[in-house]
């Protein structure tokens, strides 16, 4: 592996054919914030809106999430957004396994030069790849769990909240641990 600089891994990612994905997307969808944010929130992958305009979270569930990091003093410029997935499958369908393992450099990539404090899964696909296979988002939401000497948690993907404003409540409690997680580990976050 290469020394990376965000430029330099940008480039080289939006050059990737190694999946089907590539043959269908418009951009890659590599990720959006501070290079040097202290929190890293990970999707599984883009949708219609991301795709077509190249950053992560940008359709009804992107002004969601905006909104979620406004209830904890946060915006995109102090945190860092990606996805497990940098081209979007088709139909929105969740990423394949062979997807995910085929983009899985490039996470790893970024959350290496990176070095969050603090990794915010958005939404089960994403938590059971890096929390754990079986993990169940409906019971394990807004828990901190220990992951390669991070602290990661899982909550609602904005657009299950669209889909069952019920979660919301729920949601507005996870985002207030992620605010007292950020405040007694992040040097520069809040």
């Given at each position: 592996?290469?020394a990376?600089t965000?430029e330099?891994?940008?480039?080289?990612?939006g050059?990737?054919?190694?999946?089907?994905?590539?043959?269908?997307?418009?951009?890659?969808?590599?990720?959006?914030?501070?290079?040097?944010?202290?929190?890293?929130?990970?999707?599984?992958?883009?949708?219609?809106?991301e795709?077509l305009?190249?950053?992560p979270?940008?359709?009804r569930?992107?002004?969601l999430l905006?909104?979620?990091l406004?209830?904890?003093?946060?915006?995109?410029?102090r945190?860092?957004?990606?996805?497990?997935?940098?081209?979007?499958?088709?139909?929105?369908?969740?990423?394949?396994?062979?997807?995910?393992?085929?983009?899985a450099?490039?996470?790893?990539?970024?959350?290496?030069?990176l070095?969050?404090?603090?990794?915010?899964?958005?939404g089960?696909?994403?938590?059971?790849?890096?929390?754990?296979?079986?993990?169940?988002?409906?019971?394990?939401?807004?828990?901190?769990?220990?992951k390669?000497g991070?602290r990661?948690?899982?909550?609602?993907?904005?657009?299950?909240?669209?889909?069952?404003p019920?979660?919301?409540?729920?949601?507005?409690?996870?985002?207030?641990?992620?605010e007292?997680?950020?405040r007694?580990?992040c040097?520069?976050?809040?």
């Amino acid at each position: 592996m290469t020394a990376d600089t965000w430029e330099a891994l940008e480039r080289e990612c939006g050059a990737c054919r190694r999946c089907s994905l590539c043959q269908t997307r418009h951009n890659v969808v590599f990720g959006v914030g501070s290079p040097r944010a202290e929190v890293l929130f990970i999707g599984e992958g883009p949708g219609e809106q991301e795709d077509l305009q190249g950053e992560p979270f940008v359709g009804r569930a992107g002004k969601l999430l905006d909104t979620m990091l406004e209830i904890i003093h946060l915006d995109r410029s102090r945190v860092y957004i990606a996805n497990m997935v940098k081209c979007r499958p088709p139909g929105n369908r969740d990423p394949l396994n062979v997807e995910q393992d085929a983009c899985a450099q490039w996470l790893e990539r970024q959350i290496a030069l990176l070095a969050p404090k603090l990794i915010v899964c958005v939404g089960r696909i994403s938590a059971m790849r890096f929390i754990r296979p079986d993990f169940k988002i409906t019971k394990e939401h807004g828990q901190w769990f220990e992951k390669d000497g991070r602290r990661v948690m899982a909550i609602y993907h904005p657009a299950a909240l669209l889909r069952d404003p019920g979660k919301r409540p729920e949601t507005f409690e996870d985002l207030k641990r992620l605010e007292a997680a950020i405040r007694e580990t992040c040097d520069h976050t809040l």
